[in-house]
């Protein structure tokens, strides 16, 4: 479920969150660099990338659970830089969940609503509420102890949104479920951002995560911001060689000169191997210049037998990596290095086996050609 596809458009909607310049340096570490980046009422963001990226910390700087080194932080159009976390109109998971274990489920969701000193029957009135859209009728009294990995994340998640924050801070809540879990929750995650309209920013490293959930993905690296976009422009045209080999699966060329023709494009990748393509207006390379090509492995295809000419290339099969619907192969082209591809099924195993000696063919018309890095 794509919720770039799943959700009304939001691009005429008003500011939820303003980030400014915003920077943090930890004993004269950079943890976060001068990252600007504004976020829209309702609309799904997602910070993405490596451990140690910075997209925990930029969270906890929303959050306001660490102090910026620099920068402003808007929330609704209040400057929220200096406001203490509880004052912040925001909902927090975190990724132990940061459940109270001397309390019930209900006492745990009530607990942010009973702290704003609502009266007993709004309480009552609206941990139900949001115990109906959590599907947690019935677990009203146990204790948290007695939950489930994915019963204690939906237990976090209601006491989250059950005070109506502003904004929903969501940091790597899945990463202690199972893969079934996980897939689940993601659909129960997309599903809830649908029926509360809550504005939500989500941290994680998982590329299938960020590329399911979210309206607009953030990739970030060493503590700067790489590129936002949705998940369809950051998988069709990622802004440089980080984001093209960090956003799904993709095999990176070694950087080779392009021929730039009236109609089409080539690159020499060494004696034997030229790779053509009708040339796209976005290319728009000199010729002799360096160019890297990312090709993603659905567009590497074993050769037809006696097949020849360009876009060939020919190297010894290194592993079968087998999935159950599909087969993910390496193939060693000398010059090049490992090249990746998926087939459906098993039969590539038997027919060629590993170091058996097979022909590719790479179809560049659907490559990410990037200035040679």
Known sequence: MNGTNARADISGQAKAVEIVGLSKVFGGVTGVANVTLDIRKGEFV????????????????????VAPSEGTIRVDGEDVTGIEPHKRDIGMVFQSYALFPHMNVF??????????????ARVEQEV???????KLEGFESRR???????????????????????VLLLDEPLSALDKNLRAQMQVELSELHRATGLTTIFVTHDQGEALSLSDRIVVMNRGEVQQVATPVELYRNPANGFVASFIGEINALPPAPIEMGEGDIALALGEGIRLEAPRRPEWTFSSGQLVRAFVRPEHVRLASPGEDGANLMRGRVATHIYQGAHTITRVDVENVGLIELRTVGSDIIGAWPVDAVTGLTVDLRHAILLAGE
């Open 107 to 120: 006492d745990n969701i009530a607990f942010g609503l009973k702290m704003r000193k609502l009266p007993t």
């Open 46 to 65: 997602t910070l993405l990338g490596p451990s140690g990226c910075g997209k925990s910390t930029l969270l906890g700087m929303i959050a306001g659970f």
């Open 144 to 166: 948290v102890r007695q939950l489930s990995g994915g019963q204690q994340q939906r237990v976090a998640l209601a006491r989250a949104i059950v005070i109506q924050p502003k």
């Open 128 to 134: 139900r509420r949001v115990i109906a859209m959590m």
